[in-house]
């Protein structure tokens, strides 16, 4: 099976750079049974597989890192970022049991940062205190502007986060955008 690394526009990034990570080989699927809008934001021109998965090439070996998943990047204001960044930082706040950020829509910016947490058992959080965990490690861009305590994130059972699960329920609780 052959990788690439692409842009948006299907172009091949360098070495280093975040991008779609795009598979080519017998082992990929050969498309979406009756499907031709999925096949046609799945699959390039020239018949490589957009995985979803975002990465970059991290070494002369070829090794890739996977960073994200491309719908999971949060859009704030026209600055984009994969919310596996600040949550990796989270977890390591000594009442974080569980953390997840969601975009929010918003009339404004597109979207709000909005983080779900799950405390440690008999813990509180408050949104000022998990801002000042993150100050000084990632950009203001990134910081939560909303806080959202849960009692459970919803996971697949293979234990990947369910996102636009979470993002929905999160709508649903907030009201009206904007």
């Known amino acids: 099976m052959e990788l690439k690394i692409l842009d948006e526009t299907g172009r091949e990034v360098p070495r280093g750079e975040v991008g779609e990570i795009a598979a080519l080989g017998p082992s990929v699927h050969l498309g979406y049974h009756a499907n031709p809008a999925a096949n046609a934001d799945a ?18 070996n070829g090794n890739v890192e996977i960073v994200g998943r491309r719908k999971e990047i949060i859009n704030r204001g026209g600055k984009k970022f994969f919310p596996r960044e600040v949550e990796e930082i989270l977890y390591t706040h000594p ?11 918003d009339a404004r910016l597109g979207e709000r940062n909005c983080l779900c947490v799950i405390p440690k058992a008999g813990q509180t959080v408050s949104l000022e205190e998990m801002v000042a965990h993150l100050k000084g490690e990632v950009a203001d861009y990134k910081l939560p502007e909303v806080l959202v305590i849960v009692e459970e994130l919803p996971f697949t059972a293979t234990g990947k ?9 999160v709508a649903e609780g907030l009201g009206p955008p904007g």
Request: proline letters at 0%; glycine letters at 14%.
């Open 95 to 105: 009442k974080v049991m569980h953390a997840a950020m969601v975009g929010i829509a």
């Open 161 to 169: 986060l369910r996102r636009h699960v979470l993002a929905e329920r």
């Open 43 to 60: 699959f390039t021109a020239a018949g490589w597989f957009r995985t979803g998965d975002l990465g970059r090439v991290v070494d002369g």
